[in-house]
């Protein structure tokens, strides 16, 4: 783990929710976004605490992705980052909801909540972000009621790096030759040359705060499922699957969609 004093939550500075959604279409699809859901109406299912309605924790909330699918599943949801340019976006966003409210996390722990506060505690595409991602994973459970639920999406999985040939024959064929849209809005992206600057100092440096994206530091879920498994909590579903890139060739994602992996969901419920 390298020194990097970056913290989970996106770096937001001078960028709307809006622009953020638009320059992550591996995200904000509508694939993607359909197995976002169902697998949370999963999660949302497995919930055994008896509380109605649910009461969910949206970690790095962002613009609010997992926020938006969680109070539409009947939740009510506390979003928390890191960002106060995202928190302020998600109370415009779901204030009309009465099932919405926003906290102001540090980074580094869960501190401010006590113990069982929530029935469900999601995360995606986070612990990434985070320095010490093993003891936020510890929080999640501290905080998560008996019979409630963690759930942890969109991190990738070890044949991310190790790439086998199914998934590097995937790649060839189902990434374009030149991403003309990209390279355009790169040229475009004045801000963006400040950041070549800075990876050109620091190798390591991401735009986004990015810290475990690395073949030698990266997450490891071997790792998790054993901090989870320690603290009481049995698996409920586990499931790889390819993450649907605005980039591919969907013929390609389709038919490869089965085949191979690159990202992991896990549902995980603390035991009675």
């Known amino acids: 783990m390298h020194n990097d004093e ?10 709307s929710a809006a622009v953020y959604e638009k320059s992550h279409r591996e995200i904000f699809n509508e694939i993607e976004q359909q ?7 999963e999660a949302v299912n497995a919930v055994r605490t008896g509380s109605k309605p649910l009461t969910a924790l949206d970690y790095g909330c962002g613009s609010g992705n997992l926020t938006r699918h969680l109070i539409e599943l009947g939740a009510h949801v506390v979003s928390a980052d890191v960002a106060d340019d995202y928190l302020k976006a998600v109370e415009r966003e779901f204030a009309g909801t009465g099932a919405s409210r926003t906290m102001k996390v540090n980074g580094a722990d869960l501190s401010s909540l006590p113990d069982a506060s929530f029935d469900l505690v999601a995360t995606y595409s986070v612990l990434h972000h985070v320095q010490d991602y093993l003891h936020i994973v510890d929080e999640f459970c501290r905080v998560t009621r008996p019979g409630g639920v ?3 999406d969109h991190e990738v999985i070890p044949g991310y790096w190790q790439r ?5 024959e995937f790649l060839k064929k189902a990434r374009p030759r030149v991403d003309w849209r990209r390279l355009v809005s790169l040229l475009l992206d004045v801000e963006g040359y400040i950041h070549v600057v800075r990876r050109l100092a620091n190798p390591r440096y991401k735009r986004e705060g990015d810290i475990h994206v690395w073949p030698d530091d990266h997450i ?3 790792r998790i ?6 603290r009481g909590f049995e698996t409920v579903l586990r499931a790889d699957y390819l993450l649907c890139k ?7 994602y389709n038919e490869y ?7 992991r969901v896990l549902i995980v419920r603390k035991r009675l």
Not at 35 to 41: E, S, V, Y
Not at 257 to 263: G, M, P, S
Request: charged share 35%.
């Open 164 to 168: 086998p040939p199914l998934y590097v």
């Open 150 to 152: 963690v759930y942890i």
């Open 257 to 263: 969609k089965d085949r191979c992996a690159d990202e």
């Open 246 to 252: 605005a980039i591919y060739d969907l013929d390609v």
């Open 220 to 222: 490891e879920w071997d």
């Open 35 to 41: 197995r976002l859901h169902n697998t949370l109406r």
């Open 225 to 230: 499922e054993r901090t989870l498994s320690s």
């Open 6 to 15: 970056r913290q989970p939550g996106r770096d937001c500075t001078g960028a």
